[in-house]
C-alpha cells in the first residue's frame, strides 16, 4: 500500500476542506436567490388597490421619539387620493413629549384631511395618548390602559456611590444652570425650579388639548391629569375615549360616521414595508448581531422630557 507523504495529505485535506466549504456557500446562495426571487415575485403579484380606495393603518407600538422617515408618511397620506380614510392603531406606554407633539401635529393635519380614527389596544398611556387625542375618533378594549396624562423629568443622584469608590467630578461651565444637575448632587435649588418650570410649560400644553380634543372643562381635564392609568370602561366615562371596540368597531364608525365605502381594503402604511431586498438586510443584521452575541433589540433611549408610563414610574 503506498503511503501519502504528510505535505500531499495535508494538501489534499485542505482542499477537499476547501470543495466542500465552497459547496456549502454555494447551496446558500442558491437558498438565498430562490428567496429574493420568490419575494420580488410576491411583491409584484400583488394585487394593487382598486380604483374604490383603500383605509390606511397606522401602527404606533413601543416607545415614541421623533422620527422623519414617519412625518414623510404622513405627508405622502395626505396627497394620496386613493386612502379614505386612516386608522391608528397603538399599543405604547408613551415617550418623549416631543415625539408625542409630532404625532399629535400630523395627525391634526391628516385629519383636516382625510378621517381618521385610533384604536387602542394592550395600552395608550401619556404621549400614546396624546397621539390618539390628534384623531377624530377612540376607541379602547374595556381593559385597555389608558391616561398617564403627565410630563416626567428623572434624576439619579449617585454622589454617595462616587464617594464610596473615591470619584470626584468637577467641570468648567458657562453658565450657573449650565449641565445642571449633576449627578453626583441632589435636584434641589435653581437647577430644580428651572426643570420644574419646563415641566410645568410641558403639562399645561398636554392638559390644555385633551380639555380641547376631548371637549372637556380644564379643570376636569387638569383632575384626570395627575398621571394616573384607567381601564378603557373608566377612561369612557371620564370622556377620554369615544367608544369600547377595536378596528372592527372602528371601519364600522368610519362607514356609518364618515360616509367611508364599505369593505375597502385596509393597508398597513407605518411601520414602511420592506421593499425589495429590505428584509435581507434585516436577516444578515441579526445574524451578524447573533454572531457577534450581542441582543437582537437594543433598548430605545429617550433623550429630555418623557412623558412615558411603565409599571415603578410616575406619571
Given at each position: 500500500m503506498t503511503q501519502i507523504p504528510p505535505f500531499e495529505a495535508h494538501e489534499a485535506l485542505a482542499a477537499d476542506t476547501f470543495r466542500r466549504s465552497r459547496g456549502r456557500w454555494r447551496i446558500i446562495a442558491l437558498v438565498c436567490a430562490i428567496a429574493v426571487v420568490l419575494a420580488l415575485f410576491g411583491r409584484f403579484a400583488m394585487p394593487s388597490a382598486t380604483g374604490s380606495g383603500t383605509i390606511a393603518?397606522?401602527?404606533?407600538?413601543?416607545?415614541?421619539?421623533?422620527?422623519?422617515?414617519?412625518?414623510?408618511?404622513?405627508?405622502?397620506?395626505?396627497?394620496?387620493d386613493n386612502i379614505k380614510a386612516v386608522i391608528v392603531a397603538?399599543?405604547?406606554?408613551?415617550?418623549?413629549?416631543?415625539?408625542?407633539?409630532?404625532?399629535?401635529?400630523?395627525?391634526?393635519?391628516?385629519?383636516?384631511?382625510?378621517?381618521?380614527?385610533?384604536?387602542?389596544?394592550?395600552?395608550?398611556?401619556?404621549?400614546?395618548?396624546?397621539?390618539?387625542i390628534g384623531t377624530d375618533h377612540i376607541f379602547a378594549r374595556r381593559l385597555s390602559i389608558v391616561g398617564s396624562i403627565g410630563v416626567?423629568?428623572?434624576?439619579?443622584?449617585?454622589?454617595?456611590?462616587?464617594?464610596?469608590?473615591?470619584?470626584?467630578?468637577?467641570?468648567?461651565?458657562?453658565?450657573?444652570?449650565?449641565?445642571?444637575?449633576?449627578?453626583?448632587?441632589?435636584?434641589?435649588g435653581a437647577p430644580r425650579a428651572s426643570l420644574a418650570a419646563l415641566v410645568?410649560?410641558?403639562?399645561?400644553?398636554?392638559?390644555?388639548?385633551?380639555?380641547?380634543?376631548?371637549?372637556?372643562?380644564?379643570?376636569k381635564a387638569l383632575a384626570l391629569a395627575d398621571g394616573r392609568i384607567v381601564t378603557g370602561r373608566v377612561a369612557l366615562e371620564n370622556?377620554?375615549?369615544?367608544?369600547?371596540?377595536?378596528?372592527?368597531?372602528?371601519?364600522?364608525?368610519?362607514?356609518?360616521?364618515?360616509?367611508?365605502?364599505?369593505?375597502l381594503a385596509v393597508r398597513s402604511a407605518w411601520p414602511l414595508p420592506d421593499q425589495g431586498f429590505g428584509w435581507v438586510g434585516q436577516l444578515l443584521g441579526g445574524s451578524a448581531r447573533a454572531a457577534l452575541g450581542l441582543p437582537m433589540e437594543g433598548p430605545v433611549m429617550l433623550d429630555g422630557l418623557v412623558s412615558l408610563w411603565q409599571v415603578g414610574t410616575n406619571p
Open positions: 393603518r397606522i401602527t404606533i407600538d413601543g416607545t415614541i421619539s421623533t422620527n422623519a422617515a414617519r412625518q414623510k408618511m404622513f405627508a405622502e397620506l395626505i396627497e394620496d397603538i399599543n405604547s406606554p408613551g415617550g418623549t413629549t416631543a415625539g408625542g407633539e409630532e404625532l399629535y401635529e400630523a395627525l391634526r393635519r391628516l385629519s383636516a384631511e382625510k378621517p381618521t380614527v385610533s384604536v387602542i389596544n394592550e395600552l395608550g398611556a401619556s404621549a400614546a395618548y396624546m397621539t390618539a416626567l423629568y428623572q434624576h439619579v443622584n449617585a454622589g454617595k456611590l462616587l464617594d464610596t469608590i473615591g470619584i470626584d467630578l468637577d467641570k468648567v461651565a458657562s453658565g450657573p444652570l449650565k449641565a445642571e444637575p449633576d449627578f453626583n448632587e441632589p435636584l434641589e410645568e410649560d410641558s403639562f399645561v400644553w398636554f392638559v390644555d388639548i385633551v380639555a380641547e380634543r376631548r371637549n372637556l372643562p380644564r379643570p370622556g377620554l375615549i369615544d367608544a369600547i371596540g377595536g378596528e372592527t368597531e372602528a371601519i364600522a364608525w368610519l362607514e356609518s360616521e364618515k360616509g367611508i365605502a364599505k369593505d
